[in-house]
């Protein structure tokens, strides 16, 4: 059974830092691409930023130089570091991968003073 877990949210002021991470299991792990996404409330799901297999990354304009996505095949998760996080950023942040495109039930960011 294919099933993605994320962790590591929380709430944290503007300019601050958090890891978020999503295990995986059910598949080959290393064979596929995995994504963040995020969705804000009120607005539809976007994607924040994915890594290949070969560890090509892709991401968002928003996050270009504050995000950082990376991947332990040996572990089977792939991390999002989020650095200088601003208000907008506060969203339920989800990962997405794996055969037929699994998804994970989220981690919530809030960015707040």
């Known amino acids: 059974q294919v099933q993605l877990v994320e962790s590591g949210g929380g709430l944290v002021q503007p300019g601050g830092s958090l890891r978020l991470a999503c295990v995986a299991s059910?598949?080959?792990?290393?064979?596929?691409?995995m994504t963040w996404n995020r969705q804000a409330p009120g607005k539809q799901s976007d994607l924040v930023a994915n890594?290949?297999?070969?560890?090509?990354?892709y991401y968002a304009d928003s996050v270009k130089g504050r995000f950082t996505i990376s991947r332990d095949n040996s572990k089977r998760t792939v991390y999002l570091q989020m650095n200088n996080l601003k208000p907008e950023d506060t969203a339920l942040y989800y990962c997405?991968?794996?055969?037929?495109?699994?998804w994970g039930r989220g981690t919530q960011v809030t960015v707040s003073s």
């Open positions: 997405n991968g794996g055969p037929g495109g699994a």
């Open positions: 059910g598949f080959t792990f290393s064979n596929y691409r």
């Open positions: 890594i290949f297999p070969d560890g090509t990354t």
